[in-house]
C-alpha cells in the first residue's frame, strides 16, 4: 500500500486544475486523509513569496518624497539649536576653549548616532518600509517564534510581504541565538519587555518634546524685550500647547505638506545665520573638528564634563523619528534630506553659536536668539515658533501611531483609533491618548517652567529609546542580517559605548527632573503590562477551553436549535476552535441564524495585509451546516475603519471561498498523525459540482439580504480559586479597573451598533 504523504502547501487556481496539482505532487490516490476543519486552515488564499520587493522610484519621486520628510521627520532635531548650549552650560561657560570641546562632542554626536547609525544602518532594519520599536520587533517575531500569543498560522507566510529576505552564510550563529531566543522564556520576557519601555519612553517623548520645543522659541521674546516675565512666556506657551491638542481631532492632512517649506526656510535661516556667525565671531571654532578638543574638555572639567553630556544630548532629540517616521516616506528620501539639507544646517548652525559664544561667553542662557542679527530677529522668530509648533506635531502623531501599533500586539488597553485622512495612510488620532497628552504637557510646562529643567527629563527619554533600538538592532544583525561578529562588535564598542556613555550622564539628572519620563515610562509599562498579562491568560483559557469539532457538530446539529433566517457573525480571539462563549450563548439562546461565521480579528507581526490577502476561510463540517471559521488578518498599522466596506469585503470572499475553494479545502492530506474519514480524489470532484456550489452561494446570499447580527463576546475574568495575592491585584483589580475605565470591544470595532448582540461569560483565571 502507497505511503501517505504530508502536503506542505497547496494552491491552485481554477477546480478543474485540482487533479493534475496532485499528479504534480505525486501523492497517494488509494488514501487521501481529512484534517478536522477546525484545525488546519484552508488554503483558499494564495499569497506569493516575493519577499521585500521595492517599488521602482523615479529620481523626481524621491527628491519629492525627501522635500516632503523635512516638514515631517525633522521638525524635532531641527528645533535643537534652540537650547542645546543653555542646557549644556546651565552654571556658564567657565573656560572659554570649554566651546571648542562641546562644539565638537556636538558634531561628533550629530555625526556618529544621527548619521551613521541611523540614517546608514537603522533605516535599513524597516519592516517592509515601515520603522520604529514595533518595526524591530515585528521582525523577530516573523523570524523566530518569539511571541507570547500561539496564534501563528502557517498561511500567515503565504501574504505577500511576510517573508524576510535572508542572506546565506553564518547561518550557525543566526540558528544558535534563534534556537536560544524560542527556548527561553526569560529571553522572550525581556524583548517584549525592552519593546514596551522603548515604547513608553516614545509616548514620554510626545508629553516632553511639544514642552520644550514651544516653551524654547516663545522665551524668545524675553531677548527683545525684558517687560515679557518669565510667568507670561509660560502661559503663553501653555494657551500654544493647548491649541496644538484641541485641533488634533480635525486631523493633519489639510494641512499636509505645508510643513516642508517652513521647516527649509528654518533650515535656511539657522544654517544662514550660523554661516554668518562662523565669519563675523571667531573662525577659530573650525579647531573643534579636531577630537583632542574632546579630550582637553574631560581633563579641564573631569566629572561636570561628564554632567554636561546630558545637553550635548539634546543635540539628537528627534533622531528617533527617522526611524519611526519612516513609513511615509523611503529610504532613499529620508537618507538625501538628512545628509544634503538637515545635516549641513544643523552643523553650519551649532558652529555659529559656538563661534558667537566665544566672544560672549555671558549670552549663554539663550544663545540662538542673541546670535540672531538684528534685522531678521522677528522673521526668525516667528519661524521658530513655527517649527517648534511643527516638531510638537510630528511627535503627537507619532505617538498616536505607536498607540494604534502597541494595540495590535496585545500591549495596550482598548482606544479609540481614527483615520483621519483619506490621502495620507497612517494619519491617526487617539481621542484618550490626545487629552491626557494635553494635560500632562500643561502640568510639565506649568511644573518645570524653564527649557533647562525639561532638558534634564528631556534626555532620559532620549538615550533610552536609542540604547533599546540598538539592543534590539543587535539581534537583528546576528539573526536576520547574519552580519560579521567582528562588524556587530564593532557597532556594540563604539555606538553601543556612546550611547551607555550618555545614558549614564542623563540618569546622573534624575532627581533634576530625570525621574520624569522614567516615572511615565513606569505608569504606562504597568498598564501594558497588565493588560497584555491578562490578555495572554485570556487567550490560553479559551484555547484549553475551546469547544471540540465534534461538540460543535453535535451542538448546532440538535434538533433543539431553531436556525432562523439571516447570517451571524460571532467574534472571538481565536484563530483555532470555537471559543467556550458559543456554548454559553446557545444554552440560553436556542437559536443560530442560517449561516454563521466565526469571525477573528488577528494581528500579523507586519506592517500592512493586502485587502485582497486580509480573509482567510475554513469551514465547519458537515457542510450543510453552514458555518465557517474566518481570520480577518490586519497589520500594525493596518487601521480598522468604517470606510471600510467590511462586512461586504468578508461575505464577496466567503462566496469565493465556496466557489473556488471549496473542494480541495476539504482534502488535504496527513501522514496519519490525526485520524479521520478516509475519502478518494473523486470524491473532492464529487464536491465540487457547480449545482451544489450555486446552491450555497444562493444560501449565502439570501441570510445576507435576511439580515446580519453581530455577536460579541464580553467576558469579565477573575482570578481563580487559590490564587495568589499578586495574581488576584493584578486580574481583580488592576486589569477590572482598566477594563471598565476604557472602551468596550464595540467602540474600537467597526461594527454596527443597531446590529450588535453582546453575549457576556465570566472566565476563573
Excluded at 724 to 751: M, Q
Excluded at 757 to 763: A, E, S
Aim: charged share 20%; aromatic share 10%.
Amino acid at each position: 500500500m502507497a505511503h501517505d504523504v504530508q502536503l506542505e502547501a497547496i494552491t491552485y487556481e481554477t477546480k478543474e486544475e485540482v487533479p493534475q496539482e496532485l499528479k504534480e505532487k505525486k501523492l497517494s490516490w488509494q488514501k487521501l486523509r481529512r484534517y478536522d476543519s477546525l484545525d488546519l486552515e484552508s488554503r483558499s488564499i494564495p499569497g506569493h513569496h516575493h519577499g521585500h520587493h521595492s517599488k521602482a522610484l523615479t529620481r523626481s519621486l524621491i527628491f519629492r518624497l525627501a522635500f516632503q520628510s523635512i516638514g515631517v521627520v525633522y521638525g524635532d532635531v531641527g528645533t535643537s539649536p534652540l537650547y542645546v548650549f543653555a542646557s549644556t552650560f546651565p552654571n556658564g561657560i567657565g573656560n572659554n576653549d570649554d566651546i571648542l570641546g562641546v562644539l565638537s562632542l556636538i558634531f561628533y554626536t550629530i555625526t556618529l548616532i544621527t548619521v551613521i547609525k541611523y540614517v546608514l544602518i537603522v533605516l535599513k532594519a524597516n519592516d517592509n518600509g515601515e520603522g520604529g520599536t514595533f518595526a524591530l520587533y515585528s521582525l523577530l517575531c516573523r523570524y523566530a517564534k518569539v511571541g507570547f500569543i500561539p496564534n501563528q498560522q502557517a498561511e500567515d507566510r503565504d501574504v505577500s510581504n511576510y517573508e524576510l529576505e535572508l542572506p546565506s552564510g553564518r547561518a550557525w550563529m543566526a540558528s544558535w541565538l534563534k534556537s536560544a531566543l524560542e527556548k527561553s522564556k526569560l529571553a522572550k520576557q525581556i524583548l517584549l519587555f525592552a519593546t514596551m519601555l522603548g515604547t513608553s519612553m516614545l509616548i514620554g517623548d510626545g508629553v516632553l518634546t511639544p514642552c520644550i520645543s514651544v516653551l524654547s522659541a516663545v522665551g524668545g521674546i524675553q531677548v527683545a524685550t525684558t517687560k515679557v516675565t518669565q510667568d507670561k512666556v509660560v502661559w503663553i506657551s501653555v494657551a500654544i500647547l493647548v491649541l496644538l491638542f484641541l485641533i488634533q481631532r480635525f486631523g493633519t492632512d489639510k494641512v499636509g505638506y505645508s510643513f516642508a517649506p517652513i521647516i527649509c526656510v528654518w533650515f535656511a535661516l539657522i544654517g544662514g545665520i550660523g554661516l554668518y556667525n562662523f565669519i563675523h565671531y571667531d573662525p577659530a571654532v573650525a579647531k573643534a573638528l579636531n577630537p583632542k578638543n574632546i579630550i582637553d574638555y574631560f581633563k579641564r572639567n573631569k566629572k561636570d564634563a561628564w554632567v554636561s553630556l546630558g545637553g550635548v544630548v539634546l543635540a539628537i532629540t528627534g533622531t528617533e523619528a527617522l526611524f519611526a517616521d519612516l513609513g511615509h516616506f523611503t529610504v532613499p528620501s529620508v537618507q538625501i534630506s538628512m545628509c544634503f539639507v538637515t545635516y549641513p544646517a544643523l552643523i553650519l548652525a551649532y558652529t555659529g553659536q559656538a563661534s558667537f559664544l566665544r566672544m560672549n561667553n555671558d549670552h549663554v542662557d539663550h544663545t540662538f536668539y542673541k546670535s540672531i542679527p538684528k534685522p531678521i530677529y522677528w522673521p526668525t522668530f516667528v519661524i521658530a515658533v513655527l517649527a517648534s509648533i511643527i516638531a510638537s506635531q510630528a511627535i503627537i502623531s507619532g505617538t498616536f501611531s505607536i498607540i494604534q501599533q502597541s494595540l495590535s500586539l496585545g500591549c495596550f488597553p482598548r482606544v479609540k483609533v481614527i483615520h483621519t485622512s483619506t490621502k495620507y495612510e497612517g494619519q491617526v488620532y487617539v481621542p484618550e491618548a490626545n487629552y491626557l497628552l494635553m494635560v500632562a504637557c500643561v502640568a510639565v510646562t506649568l511644573g518645570f517652567r524653564t527649557t533647562t529643567n525639561i532638558g534634564n527629563a528631556y534626555g532620559i527619554a532620549v538615550v533610552f529609546v536609542m540604547t533599546l533600538t540598538s539592543c534590539i538592532l543587535v539581534l537583528i544583525m546576528i539573526m536576520i542580517w547574519k552580519t560579521h561578529i567582528i562588524l556587530v562588535l564593532v557597532y556594540i564598542l563604539i555606538i553601543g559605548s556612546v550611547e551607555l556613555l550618555y545614558l549614564s550622564s542623563v540618569l546622573y539628572k534624575f532627581d533634576q527632573g530625570g525621574y520624569l519620563p522614567l516615572a511615565f515610562a513606569a505608569v504606562l509599562m504597568t498598564v501594558m503590562y497588565t493588560w497584555n498579562s491578562v490578555f495572554r491568560r485570556k487567550y490560553h483559557y479559551e484555547l484549553e477551553h475551546k469547544i471540540s469539532p465534534e461538540k460543535l457538530k453535535e451542538v448546532v446539529a440538535s434538533i433543539s436549535l431553531h436556525r432562523i433566517p439571516g447570517l451571524a457573525m460571532f467574534y472571538s480571539e481565536l484563530v483555532e476552535g470555537i471559543p467556550p462563549i458559543f456554548k454559553h450563548y446557545v444554552a440560553n439562546v436556542p437559536a443560530l441564524h442560517s449561516v454563521l461565521v466565526f469571525v477573528s480579528i488577528k494581528s500579523l507581526p507586519i506592517s500592512k495585509v493586502p485587502v485582497n490577502e486580509r480573509f482567510l476561510f475554513r469551514r465547519v463540517e458537515p457542510k450543510n451546516l453552514n458555518v465557517f471559521r474566518c481570520v480577518v488578518r490586519y497589520g500594525y498599522t493596518d487601521v480598522q475603519n468604517e470606510q471600510e466596506p467590511f462586512e461586504k469585503l468578508l461575505i464577496e470572499n466567503l462566496k469565493v471561498f465556496i466557489r473556488d475553494g471549496f473542494g480541495l479545502s476539504q482534502s488535504v492530506l496527513s501522514n496519519g498523525e490525526n485520524g479521520g474519514e478516509i475519502m478518494d480524489v473523486r470524491q473532492v470532484e464529487e464536491d465540487m459540482q457547480p449545482e451544489e456550489i450555486e446552491r450555497e452561494i444562493e444560501a449565502v446570499d439570501k441570510a445576507w439580504h435576511a439580515g446580519i447580527v453581530h455577536l460579541i463576546g464580553e467576558t469579565e475574568v477573575v482570578a481563580g480559586k487559590g490564587s495568589s495575592i499578586g495574581k488576584k491585584i493584578l486580574i481583580d483589580y488592576a486589569y477590572t479597573f482598566l477594563r471598565r475605565n476604557l472602551r468596550e470591544s464595540d467602540d474600537v470595532l467597526p461594527i454596527p451598533h443597531k446590529r450588535m448582540l453582546k453575549v457576556g461569560m465570566t472566565y476563573e483565571l
